[in-house]
């Protein structure tokens, strides 16, 4: 569960919480203080009010009291419904006698009256006596300051004229530290409701959860699988592994919902890891580097940590008009020695040999050296364009050689000029990838073949190692890449179509733990 999972269940049960515990606590926290709550217990006519009816004109209490043909009774209910006593003193209004205010706007008051329950009868004597209840206006009746306990209460019935039964009803008061505020009740006609009104908030808060804790794995993207890891990787190094890194990053990409941004930036082995050697962990655009090489790390490099990912395959390829299939490793480094200048002294066609080559930091070409030439370098080279020699070239200097930078230069360059042999990562140099006009050669017979590596003997082929600046974390996208790469069946896969020997096979780890 990544953290926006997490974030969004922490706040769904924080909101669940949050709307059970609040009304109690706000209820509690009201209740504490002074409170005086009213309410409009009853108010209906008692008279026609203006709705005489000819068919019948007996209808209604006070037909031959014409003044009272609109007249209308209204029960109101005052009580402490806080858990603080209430004090005469408490009462905050300009009169020394009077706490509250009750207003009929429309209506005239007519008579009045006070009803308790028995146990509060004691507070008879407030309305009883002065000052009572008064009538200060023709709608409005001014109310004593009237002490009550918790839960004590008292009614007062008045009876009006004018106006219409439900008119509004005004009571108004202030107090020390508390409020007047209007409360409810069920009147004799209404319907009392399922649900309390918390009760009703509570469910919608949590039904509000609820659909959300259940539409949020529809709306939020999956998780990542377990050996995937967010960020942004670069890889860079050989070229020759270059296609492979390209598919392997695609393939770890759509495994992992396409949340890593990793990129492909090969620019020769021995360049790659010397770039990473010299920034010193320090990531590059952002991103973490992984450099790859066609062989092992200098050995003043001690910082970086290695992986070997898989055996490269390498081949000679020569233009198709050098008629030869197979060369011995004897006479490919008579060739690179440059003893032999025409194809002629190999009982080829009488052309000049022309050396297509890899620059320096060439993880191929650093391959052929160790593996195939027995530790010797190239020749210099000779030619810029692999075609004429430059002017620093004497003409008695040997066979024509020019340096190129990838390894699809070299293809290119091989297939378009006759004479030329070169050199190429395996699947590169073989059809389809592989360009028209050139064909690979043997080594003294042998063939190159990822699955008979520990027979054939071919001599052609390095350890793909992968570099990192340190060991990387275990939790981190470089970890988590590479052992894709390494171990895991779809990179692994990956790995083998492009013609490579995986290390994570029981013949790779077999070759790969023999070393270069």
């Known amino acids: 569960m990544g953290w926006l999972e997490i974030s969004f269940t922490a706040a769904g049960l924080l909101l ?45 209490l ?18 402490n419904d806080g858990s603080r006593h209430i004090e005469e003193s408490d009462y905050i209004d300009p009169s020394a006698q009077y706490g509250l205010t009750a207003e009929f706007p429309g209506r005239r008051i ?9 146990e509060h009868g004691n507070l008879m004597g407030y309305f009883e006596n002065q000052p009572g209840l008064l009538v200060a206006g023709p709608s409005t009746l001014r109310v004593p300051r009237v002490p009550l306990k918790p839960g004590a209460h008292y009614k007062i019935l008045v009876l009006l004229t004018g106006g219409q039964e439900g008119d509004l009803v005004h009571v108004t008061g202030d107090l020390k530290d508390g409020k007047l505020h209007e409360n409810h009740s069920l009147t004799p006609d209404e319907k009392p409701p399922v649900f309390s009104r918390h009760a009703r908030w509570t469910t919608v808060v949590l039904g509000l959860a ?49 949340r890593p941004d990793i990129t492909v930036a090969a620019h020769g082995s021995r360049t790659g890891v010397r770039e990473l050697a010299l920034s010193e962990g320090r990531p ?66 009488d052309l000049p040999v022309v050396l297509v080559s890899r620059t320096s930091g060439s993880g191929t070409r650093s391959a052929l050296g160790s593996r195939v030439l027995a ?73 190159p073949d ?30 988590s890449f590479l052992s894709y790469a390494v171990d895991n069946g779809t990179g692994k896969g990956v790995v ?10 029981a013949v790779g780890l077999k070759v790969c733990g023999e070393g270069d």
């Open 450 to 479: 990822p699955d008979r590596l520990t027979t054939s003997g071919y001599p052609y082929r390095a350890i793909e190692y992968a570099y990192t600046y340190g060991r990387p974390p275990a939790d981190s996208l470089a970890s």
């Open 210 to 258: 609820l659909i959300a804790a259940a539409t949020l794995p529809l709306l939020l993207p999956p998780p990542l699988p377990d050996d995937c890891e967010k960020g942004t990787l670069r890889l860079t190094g050989s070229t020759a592994f270059a296609p492979v890194l390209s598919e392997l990053a695609t393939k770890y990409r759509e495994h992992c919902g396409g």
């Open 110 to 118: 007519v008579a009045k009256d006070v009803t308790l329950p028995r």
């Open 16 to 60: 669940g919480a949050f709307s059970i515990v609040t009304p109690f606590v706000a209820d509690r926290r009201a209740r504490r203080s002074r409170r005086i709550g009213f309410r409009k217990q009853m108010d209906i006519a008692i008279g026609h009010n203006d709705q005489v009816s000819a068919a019948d004109p007996q209808l209604g």
């Open 496 to 505: 083998a179509t492009h013609g490579h020997l995986p290390c994570g096979t």
């Open 62 to 79: 006070f037909n031959d009291l014409p003044a009272m043909r609109d007249a209308t009774l209204v029960l109101l209910r005052i009580e």
């Open 284 to 349: 590059e655009q952002g991103a973490t580097v992984i450099a790859f090489s066609d062989g092992p790390r200098p050995a003043s490099y001690i910082r970086l940590s290695e992986s070997r990912v898989a055996v490269s395959l390498f081949t000679l390829v020569v233009h198709d008009g050098v008629r030869l299939d197979d060369l011995s490793v004897a006479d490919v480094r008579r060739i690179y020695r440059g003893e032999i200048r025409n194809w002629s002294q190999l009982d080829g066609p």
């Open 375 to 447: 530790g010797a370098d190239e020749p210099p080279a000779t030619s810029d364009d692999c075609v004429n020699r430059t002017a620093r070239a004497t003409r008695a200097a040997a066979v024509l050689r020019c340096e190129l930078d990838s390894t699809a230069q070299v293809l290119a360059t091989v297939a378009r000029t006759p004479g030329a042999v070169g050199y190429s990562e395996l699947r590169a140099a073989s059809p389809p990838e592989a360009p028209r006009g050139l064909h690979r050669v043997t080594l003294g017979g042998h063939t």
